[in-house]
């Protein structure tokens, strides 16, 4: 069982930055693969960010390719993403999430977060 806790999301104007956390519980949190989300209102949720369990892989959602970085500290169960040049279209709930494997598809995340609210102000 991991159970996963978001942070750090907030209103921010357009081309700022925020970090978001993703603490984890749990002393297996090192054997998953994790995955950032997010969800728009009137929208499906949507693939972020993913990194495997070592850190060495990582995946991009082509909207996010190049302003986001997602990254894991395993000694302290918590994954970030890292989020510059932040544009409008980027408001909406972030998600973590957690899996055995890297994956881009929600519905194979075995362990989901409450979620944290990031808006861009235009």
């Known amino acids: 069982q991991v159970q996963l806790v978001e942070s750090g999301g907030g209103l921010v104007q357009a081309g700022g930055s925020l970090r978001l956390s993703c603490a984890a519980s749990g002393r297996t949190f090192s054997t998953y693969a994790m995955g950032w989300f997010r969800q728009a209102p009137g929208k499906e949720r949507e693939f972020v960010a993913a990194?495997?369990?070592?850190?060495?892989?990582?995946a991009y959602s082509d909207s996010v390719k190049g302003r986001f970085t997602i990254s894991r500290d395993n000694a302290l169960n918590t994954v970030y993403l890292q989020m510059n040049s932040l544009k409008p279209e980027d408001t909406a709930v972030y998600y973590c999430?957690?899996?055995?494997?890297?994956?881009?598809?929600?519905?194979?995340?075995?362990?989901w977060g409450q979620g944290t609210q990031v808006t861009v102000s235009s």
């Open positions: 999430a957690a899996d055995p494997v890297v994956t881009i598809r929600a519905s194979e995340y075995d362990y």
């Open positions: 990194i495997s369990w070592s850190g060495r892989d990582t």
